[in-house]
Every structure is written in C-alpha cells, then in structure tokens.
C-alpha cells in the first residue's frame, strides 16, 4: 500500500514541476514579447524624434523667409490678425 502512495505522491510532483515548466515558458515568451515591444517603441521614438527636428528646422527656415519678406509684422501679431478673423 505505501508503494501506490509513494507512487502518487512521484506523480503528483512530476505534475508540479511540469506545470512551472510551462509556467517558465509563458513568462519567459512574454519577456521576450514585451523586449521585442519595447525594441519597437525605442525605433519609432527615434523616427518621430528625426521628424519633430527636420520639422522645426523647416519652421524656423520659414520664420526666417516671412520675417525678411514682411519685417513689419511679428508673429505675435500675425497671430493675433488670425485670431481676430475668426
């Protein structure tokens, strides 16, 4: 009788040890996942980083043409004349 117990008691922990195998490999995927995740958001980030700054030089350069074509008007109130169009 004590062999069937000792028997059970080997599967049963055979059984634990498979279900935090399993366990491992879940957390272990959604490590992965979440490097490969994070991989793209850094990448993205530098994209949209590299844009913003090709933008703002576009801007200034703009800013630089409108302030030696109307040199009359600053932007404060260039604004201010499309607000009140509104």
């Known amino acids: 009788m004590l062999l069937y117990v000792l028997i059970g008691l080997c599967l049963s922990l055979a059984g634990v040890a498979g279900l935090q195998l399993m366990y491992m490999f879940y957390l272990d995927r959604i ?39 109307y040199p009359e008007f600053d932007d404060e109130e260039a604004w201010a004349d499309v607000i009140e169009e509104r």
């Open 31 to 69: 490590d992965r996942e979440r490097k490969r995740h994070v991989h793209d958001l850094e990448v993205e980030c530098r994209r949209l980083s590299k844009r913003l700054g090709d933008v703002e030089t576009e801007l200034k350069m703009k800013n630089e043409m409108l302030s030696v074509a």
